[in-house]
């Protein structure tokens, strides 16, 4: 662990501690350093010593020290990978919602810099009320997981403090660079199945749920960027796909009549774009980024940077 | 990161360096395993990214159309590419194509032993596509940028330690005389023909 990383937990004990202890926040970085890359003891469990000698010298409970209860790890949304963890978060509520049922007192949107998560609050837990637009310190919520999406759930052992700081949001989306690589089968111009709620793409005039259907077209790119180091998966819809082509659905539609075959558009496309170097960003869905924004790279790039470098080597 | 551990990255190589990756092997006895040369810099490679100048075309097939293609890199090396029957868009690309022009270049490296015992190392493209002048640079300073990123790792590997990374171990044993020296003369020497391309560009 970097002398960073500890200087962030050391001050967050010392936050705990303000208001009824004076410590030194270098002294709980050389405890935490000691117990950590001394005697590889985890982080949570570094802190939970130190806390503890800390207790002891002032004679405290646990209970009253400010944050944390001590044990819980402050996370960030981006950070939520499992369900049934305890842990302490500082976000702002971005969205509320219409609770469904009565059993829920509250539920909407959290969020902070790596992104949003859902949240609920039962009514039973008997806790304030969230504002919309406001950043609170959330200590004990309970993460929780439903078809491999995380929220976090408020129950009666939730603290809420309201915060004076504004928690920035970011999004989910990510960005990805590099040369397009490859244009996948099932792009290009293609048919989608009309039923209502499907979106299905046909496969020879077939939906895989609904049979043979007149299908209503549509223009999708399934494409691979690679940066030499990693591939990104990527789907154009057909509004990126227009802006990344120049080709819309209606000129795809009359290329297709023309040639009498729809293999025609997805061939005119690739070598409109194949080979050339593309910045995306858009959210991730499966193993797919879906393009929310794209621009070509093409300006002009500096060698002298690295020509330095390979001089130097 | 939405990537697929099944898809194979393609690497950035200079041509001088992709030519002597000589040494194939293949990471499972399982016949369908992919098949990696090995970079002398200490990488696999299954698929290469090359963009370059498309200086000749030729036929060289027999019996049926068998085209051979030759893209130079700004060293003045050069990628040898051979499309046939079992990749038509490459083939069709290459029948049409009038050199010289910008290519861009997905393929998986092959390679094959002469009469005389030498190995030729070659690409088989998965696609060929024309393009400008600014993609080519681009992949001019990424290769030469991912280049020199293994040649540090190579430099700062200690082969004595048993963690030394795999492939820098079996770059050591299978290319002992070969420099990794060259390649770092590739990447200067195609970074300062870029440089002086565009002082020529700004000049005009």
Known sequence: MTESDLRTHAEEIHEQFSDQLEIDVDDVVDRLDTLVNDYQVPISEARRSVVNTYLDEAGMDRDQLGGGGGGNEQVQVADVDAPEEWVDMRVTVVELWDPRADAVAQVGLLGDETGTIKFTKWSKSDLPSLEEGKSYALRNVVTDEYQGRFSVKLNRTTTIEELDEEIEVGDDSVEAEGALVDIQSGSGLIKRCPEEDCTRVLQNGRCSEHGEVEGEFDLRIKGVLDDGEEVTEVIFDEEATEKLTGISLEEGKEMAMDALDTTVVADEMRQKIMGRYYRVRGPTFGRYLLADEQERLTGPVDADEILIKARSI | ?204
């Open chain 2, 1 to 204: 990161m939405a990537s697929t551990p099944t898809r194979e990255v393609a690497r950035r190589v200079f041509a001088r360096e992709f030519n002597d990756a000589s040494y194939t092997f293949k990471e499972s006895d399982d016949d369908r395993a992919p098949v990696y040369v090995l970079l002398p810099t200490g990488q696999r490679a299954n698929r290469v990214f090359v963009v370059g100048t498309l200086t000749e075309t030729e036929d060289v097939g027999e019996d049926s159309e068998y085209w051979q293609g030759r893209v130079v890199d700004p060293n003045g090396d050069t990628f040898f590419m051979y499309a046939g029957q079992y990749q038509p868009d490459a083939a069709s690309m290459l029948r049409e194509l009038e050199p010289p022009a910008y290519v861009a270049v997905v393929g998986k490296p092959r390679t094959y032993e002469t009469d005389e015992g030498d190995v030729n190392v070659s690409i088989r493209p998965e696609s060929i596509s024309e393009v400008d002048e600014a993609t080519r640079d681009r992949w001019v300073v990424e290769t030469a940028e991912r280049t020199l990123d293994r040649i540090q790792r190579y430099a700062d590997a200690d082969l004595d330690d048993p963690a030394v990374d795999e492939y820098i171990a079996m770059a050591d044993e299978e290319y002992d005389q070969l420099s990794v020296e060259n390649y770092r003369q590739s990447v200067v020497g195609a970074l300062e023909s870029l440089q002086d391309e565009q002082a020529e560009t700004s000049a005009d």
